[in-house]
């Protein structure tokens, strides 16, 4: 057996270099035995309980069943010590074979329950050198100073408007406004400011904050007067995504995370992450991960990067969990807010494409038990036929699946309330030469999940929308342009509806379709009925249909059986329209035009639900309309019925209002003119009296006429007593031209 490098004798060594001179530098690298320096392969345990010392070992034990599932250490390795009174201290250190495994179980273990009553605490030993240096912790205890108290402004200040008006962000050139929507008004600004935002603003779901963008991080603000309420430090941050509740928040950026010694916030843990998960409240990070899709990027700069996956963190209705995908591969379930994964694993999903969690807690027939629902979908593979699956949480019980054939893509649709679920199935022919899309809609609420298939579409479906908070849907078909043909094809829009069957709804039926339209977008109003079908994004059309699904005049006899009675409204048009926003009373829609999508006629439109156009409103390097959202009403639904049987009660108050601020305008514009006659008159007279002293001085004869003229003006001014001064204003056409253009 050949000695180790360290073995050789000199003698040796100096004979193999007679013979020829080797270059042993890479064997000793390889064999070379490395002392550890410093203490990279300790780890601190804290939150352990308080036990005598005759329970240590025991202790000990129960401990080491966590501490192996991450590495290599035992008993021996683990010191924990014992004070005066013979009771461990709630605390030990522990030593692992590597520093690699020291660092897993920072990362592993920390913040994990080691039972019901205590958490782990777990920082590499090595770290009292980062953070307890000489100079940053003083030898003598000072208690931290408490600041006064400071009220904070009511995040919710807006909702008390005496006339309920809504609230609108609005970003152009280099400015972020927040202003209240005065009908066909002028908006009234509440804040205006220069480089509020380097990238775009957002409002959280309830609108209690307005977010902005900056390469530092994310600011969130807030309050009557738009005070900053919180910070995320996140360098170059590129995008953002609120929780429903508006507890937690999203960040994501493209270049990894580089932590800088002195980070207030910031640790190691986020060093070289993509994605953090913040608690809004606490302003903390609470977890932090690489992006799936930037580590599975190809390696070579010149070969086509994947997409980015967002919202790479789908959130639970009630927040209580949130759930990440490795495309093709599992589904992430993690608990709030302590971010461990549920049941310690993910959820292994073969070929998994897509998942969506439904938007409502869900209220299954037969089942009593809490529980949230997740929809995902699988491709074909092999001889396996594509699957859609419908998963329980937090028991990971599957318990509705769906087998599909031949096909394309899926696109799943959950109805607000989470009553059904529609899976559009895009399908191919056995020739793969002509396309057609089925929908597959599972009814949630219904025993045993069962579907119900629409496949009377012979067109592929290039958009669908549920009504909020109802049970019909709209959709827009597309078919297959000519070959050759430079013109897109034309679109169809249909409408579907659920037959009348006593007090339950049957199947959904086909109210009408609207053939050759050039729509491709469906904008339903936040309180249903309504809905805006339009073109966006289109250099030759910009037609917006506003729509009616319950109009109270005659309805067709086709349709009597149908829980609907549609009716087009108006249809109105805005140039280079980019976006429809509806405002979050279903009053109003904003129909924009953006110069982040082109630079022509930029600006945005507010149009009544009805479609009648309020305002037009042209700005230059307009960017975006972002309306202010409500919180949910605490109103019963009880109490909302009410509300809805003395709508013309409320209407009666409400036109007076209208009628009022009219009279007011009016008003304003009379006393204006009244104002500006007397200035008039009263520097008519002024000239008439210096004109007067100068005759005088002069020694010229004052004309009666103009005498009379002074004392028609003074009569003017001045009435008798008595007398009645009557004043009319005629407006007169001087000029009219009428030009035809062609």
């Not at 990440?324 to 073969?350: A, C, D, F, W």
Request: proline fraction near 6%.
């Amino acid at each position: 057996m050949a000695p180790s490098f360290d073995n050789l004798s000199e003698q040796d060594l100096h004979e193999e270099e007679e013979e020829e001179e080797i270059d042993f530098s890479d064997l000793k690298e390889q064999y070379e035995v490395k002392l550890e320096e410093g203490l990279d392969t300790f780890v601190v345990i804290d939150g352990l309980p308080v036990v005598p010392g005759d329970s240590r070992q025991k202790l000990v034990k129960f401990l080491l069943r966590k501490l192996t599932s991450v590495g290599n250490t035992s008993e021996d390795a683990i010191f924990m010590p014992l004070n005066d009174q013979n009771m461990s201290e709630g605390f030990a250190f522990v030593e692992y074979d590597t520093p690699e495994q020291a660092v897993a179980a920072v990362k592993a273990l920390h913040g994990t329950p080691l039972d019901k009553k205590h958490t782990l605490s777990v920082n590499k030993l090595m770290d009292i050198d980062r953070y307890g240096r000489e100079g940053r912790v003083d030898e003598e205890y000072k208690p931290p100073a408490v600041e006064p108290f400071k009220e904070k402004e009511h995040l919710r200040s807006w909702l008390a408007d005496p006339n309920a008006r809504d609230q609108f962000a609005l970003y152009r050139g280099d400015k972020v406004g927040v202003f209240w929507n005065n009908k066909s008004n002028d908006p009234e600004n509440v804040v205006d400011r220069a480089h509020w935002t380097q990238l775009f603003v957002q409002w959280s779901p309830k609108g209690s904050y307005l977010a902005s963008v900056h390469p530092q991080g994310v600011q969130l603000w807030g309050g009557s007067a738009f005070s900053k309420q919180k910070q995320f430090p996140h360098p170059f941050v590129q995008l953002i995504e609120f929780s429903p509740g508006e507890n937690y928040l999203t960040t994501w950026s493209a270049r990894p995370i580089q932590v800088e010694e002195g980070q207030p916030i910031l640790t190691y843990e986020e060093d070289g992450k993509n994605l953090i998960i913040w608690d809004i409240t606490t302003g903390k990070p609470l977890r932090s991960f690489v992006s799936h899709d930037l580590a599975s990027a190809p390696a070579d700069a010149a070969a086509e990067k994947k997409k980015v996956q967002w919202p790479a963190f789908k959130w639970s209705a009630d927040e209580k969990y949130v759930a990440r995908m490795l495309q093709h591969q599992s589904i992430s379930i993690y608990e709030l807010p302590r971010m461990n994964l549920l049941g310690k694993t993910s959820v292994k999903v073969e070929g998994v494409m897509d998942f969506e969690w439904s938007p409502a807690t869900p209220s299954r027939e037969g089942v009593k038990q809490y529980e949230q629902l997740l929809c995902f979908w699988t491709p074909e593979i092999g001889s396996n036929p594509a699957r859609v699956a419908m998963m329980s949480v937090p028991s990971k019980e599957i318990v509705r699946t769906r087998n599909l054939f031949n096909v394309s893509d899926v696109k799943l649709h959950w109805q607000s309330q989470g009553t059904y679920v529609c899976v559009k199935v895009d399908r191919h022919s056995k020739s793969k030469k002509s396309m057609a899309t089925n929908l597959e809609i599972f009814r949630v609420r219904e025993k045993g999940v069962p579907v119900e298939v629409v496949d009377s579409l012979k067109d592929t479906v290039i958009n669908f929308a549920w009504e909020p908070n109802g049970d019909r849907f709209v959709l827009i078909t597309n078919g297959e342009a000519p070959s050759g043909s430079a013109v897109p094809p034309k679109t169809a829009v249909s409408f579907f509806a659920p037959e009348k069957k006593g007090h339950h709804l049957g199947n959904f039926k086909l109210i009408r379709t609207i053939e050759k339209k050039t729509s491709n977008a469906i904008y339903w109003s936040p309180k249903g009925r309504f809905v805006v079908v339009a073109t966006v994004h289109s250099q030759s059309s910009f037609d917006l249909d506003f729509w009616d699904m319950d109009f109270e005049g005659e309805k067709p006899g086709s349709e009597k059986d149908l829980a609907a009675n549609l009716q087009l409204m108006k249809t109105v048009e805005h140039y280079g329209v980019t976006d429809i926003d509806w405002d979050p009373t279903g009053r109003y829609v904003v129909s924009s035009a953006s110069v982040w999508t082109h630079s022509m006629e930029n600006g945005w439109n507010i149009h009544t639900f009805a479609g009648t156009t309020l305002g037009e409103h042209p700005t230059e390097k307009f960017k975006q309309f972002v309306w202010r959202p409500r919180p949910v009403t605490f109103l019963s639904k009880e109490e909302q019925k009410q509300v809805r049987r003395n709508l013309r009660e409320y209407s009666k108050e409400f036109d007076e209002e209208d009628k009022y601020a009219v009279d007011i305008a009016n008003t304003a514009v009379v006393e204006t003119r009244k104002r500006v006659l007397s200035e008039w008159t009263a520097w008519i007279r002024l000239e008439k009296e210096l004109l007067a002293e100068d005759k005088d001085i002069l020694g010229l004869p004052e004309e009666a006429d103009e005498a009379k003229l002074a004392q028609d003006a003074s009569a003017v001014s001045a009435p008798a007593e008595g007398d009645t001064v009557v004043e009319e204003i005629v407006e007169e056409i001087i000029e009219e031209t009428e030009e035809v253009i062609n």
